[in-house]
Each structure stands twice: as structure tokens, then as C-alpha cells.
């Protein structure tokens, strides 16, 4: 089945950019997702991107998607103390226009002053 | 309208008790979903309604799981006869078109 693969943990300095990677397998994923989840509450959509685009900016968000590699990244400009969280990619299979997602294990980005 | 809405936030029951969960989602949206979520993991898809209709669930449901969306608005998820096992933040979603949108999820506690 499908499987989406983060690394765990990221720490960087307030004001640096931080990069959050993610690989995933099925390559007929047609929308893929950057969720972020603080302490004891839901899941805020941050960003998403469709299949066909290399890249989607957000104010300090940039997606960049890498098709032949299956790779997902989130950078975050001028990381700030609440950018502190658990960041989530995900993504939903061909013809699944939201809500059905895979998840991966989330990566715990600690921003330290 | 604020989002979806999930209802209790936290729940504590012993095990072998059943428990039903709500979720009231965006008024508008047409899907529904609900997830599982353990402690270190992300959440885990469980079932789906487009309407009323419930259109697809997970091997992860078991059969003491259930889901019901009478008139295509808001869900409830029942377990009957709790195990700890169960114990998980159960998470709520609606969508449109391609964005989901979640709850604040409960917490449930099998003691």
C-alpha cells in the first residue's frame, strides 16, 4: 500500500529557514498536503499542491515537488518560536480530491530563540 | 461558522463500555471523514460518507466500530466493548473539493 515516509525531528534557530522533506510511494497521488499539528489540538492545513506543479509559494511557505523522486518538501521562512509543531505531509490517491489522505509519522520542528 | 466541531473533546471510560463520538462538520461540505491518531503517528484513515452515504471504510474498522451519517450532516462513531487498544485521538474531517479540514479530535482514554 501506500506509505509516506518524514524524518522525525528538525531543530533550527528563530529567523533561520527550516526545510521539512518527505518521500512517498504511489506515484498517482493527485494532491499533496502539509498539515501542522500543535500540542493536544486538530490538524491545521497549511499549504497544498497539485501533482502537476514543481513548485507553490505561500507567504513564508514554499512547496517544492520532486515527481521522479516521490519527494515533498516544506521550507518555512523566517522560522518563528510558534512555528513550533508537528508538521504532517500527506497525500490522496488518484481521483481523491481531499479528505482521504495517507499520513506520515510527522516531523517535530523545535525552534529554539 | 467556525469548522468542524467534534464532541466530547476528552473521554475516560472503562473498558468493555461503549462510547459514541460527534462530529458536526462544515455546513457546506458534502464528505466526511474520520481518522485515528496514536501517540508519535499520523492519523490513520477509518471510514468516509459523501452524503449520507458511507462509501468506504478500513480494515482498521473492526466490527466494533460503527459510523452513521443520517441526512448527510453530522456523523457519530460508536465502539462498543472499549479495549485499551482503542485508546487514540479520534479526529474528524470535512471537505468540498480538495481541502480537508479537521477537528479538534477526541481523546479517548480506556481504562
Known amino acids: 500500500g501506500e506509505d509516506v515516509e518524514q524524518s522525525l525531528f528538525l531543530s533550527v534557530r528563530e529567523g533561520d529557514s527550516s526545510v521539512i522533506n518527505c518521500t512517498y510511494t504511489?506515484?498517482?497521488?493527485?494532491?499533496l498536503y502539509w498539515y501542522k499539528q500543535e500540542p493536544g489540538a486538530g490538524l491545521q492545513l497549511l499549504t497544498y499542491?497539485?501533482?502537476?506543479?514543481d513548485m507553490k509559494q505561500d507567504q513564508r511557505l514554499t512547496v517544492l515537488l520532486n515527481k521522479k523522486d516521490k519527494h515533498l518538501s516544506l521550507r518555512i521562512a523566517d522560522t518563528q518560536t510558534g512555528d513550533s509543531a508537528i508538521y504532517f505531509c500527506?497525500?490522496?490517491?488518484?481521483?481523491?480530491?481531499?479528505?482521504?489522505?495517507?499520513f506520515g509519522q510527522g516531523t517535530e520542528l523545535s525552534v529554539k530563540p | 461558522d467556525t469548522g468542524v466541531s467534534q464532541d466530547p473533546r476528552h473521554k475516560i471510560t472503562k473498558r468493555g463500555q461503549n462510547v459514541t463520538f460527534r462530529c458536526d462538520p462544515i455546513s457546506e461540505h458534502n464528505r466526511l471523514y474520520w481518522y485515528r491518531q496514536t501517540l508519535g503517528q499520523g492519523p490513520e484513515f477509518l471510514t468516509y460518507f459523501q452524503n449520507e452515504a458511507q462509501l468506504e471504510k478500513s480494515r482498521l474498522l473492526s466490527d466494533r466500530f460503527s459510523a452513521e451519517r443520517p441526512k448527510g450532516s453530522f456523523s457519530t462513531l460508536e465502539i462498543q466493548r472499549t479495549e485499551q487498544g482503542d485508546s487514540a485521538m479520534y479526529l474528524c474531517a470535512s471537505s468540498l473539493e480538495k481541502e480537508a479540514f479537521f477537528g479538534q479530535g477526541t481523546r479517548l482514554t480506556v481504562v
Open positions: 499542491i497539485f501533482s502537476n506543479m
Open positions: 500527506a497525500v490522496s490517491g488518484r481521483g481523491n480530491q481531499g479528505g482521504k489522505l495517507i
Open positions: 504511489d506515484s498517482s497521488s493527485t494532491y
